[in-house]
Nanobody, 116 residues
């Protein structure tokens, strides 16, 4: 299984970006898919996760500004980020937790920089 994240870049505060995570290989159900981020000198934190056939959970810092979607035909997960703030600056990672196999897969990360 490989996850390929893309779409990061430099944006001004208040702007928007859309990240993509293309998945190759088989991830079995049940699973948890999501995005995490890590800012400099901070711990990795949850952005959003969704349990297969279940609930979507957003981190408190992004609730109401970010949305998660997917295109199953393209096997791609998207993170739409609106009303971006300088504190959203981080490397964003997509992740997949195959609960059946007990394996966690991470994408390589894509850098989002929000200027004030």
């Amino acid at each position: 299984v490989q996850l390929q994240a893309s779409g990061g870049g430099l944006v001004q505060a208040g702007g928007s970006l859309k990240l993509s995570c293309a998945v190759s290989g088989n991830i079995f159900s049940p699973n948890v898919m999501g995005w995490y981020r890590q800012a400099p000198e901070k711990q990795r934190e949850l952005v959003v996760r969704v349990v297969s056939g279940g609930d979507t959970t957003f981190g408190d810092a992004v609730q109401g500004r970010f949305t998660l979607s997917s295109d199953n035909a393209k096997r791609t997960m998207y993170l739409q980020m609106n009303s971006l703030k300088p504190e959203d600056t981080a490397v964003y990672y997509c992740a997949a937790h195959d609960l059946k196999l007990g394996k966690i897969y991470w994408g390589q990360g894509t850098l989002v920089t929000v200027s004030s």
